[in-house]
């Protein structure tokens, strides 16, 4: 068993003290699930995601698709 399915299996149990399931559940999270913090947004993502919705909804949006050319 690996250490996070036991630490699960802990704090899923119901008859194991809620005292040590809720200190399980504290250990558990980190791997279950990321910090807010940890995913970033620099300028380079903002600058991109900026670039790809450029014109989105305006009246020259179609000037800025590119049709994909067959080799």
């Not at 899923?12 to 807010?36: I, Q």
């Amino acid at each position: 068993m690996q250490p996070l399915q036991y630490m699960i299996s802990v704090m899923n149990d119901p008859t194991v003290d809620a005292n040590r399931r809720d200190r399980m559940a504290v250990a558990a999270a980190p791997y279950c699930h990321h910090k807010v913090a940890d995913v970033r947004t620099g300028k380079k993502d903002i600058a991109a995601e900026n670039a790809v919705m450029a014109g989105v909804g305006t009246a020259w949006s179609g000037d800025l698709e590119f049709e994909q050319q067959a080799n």
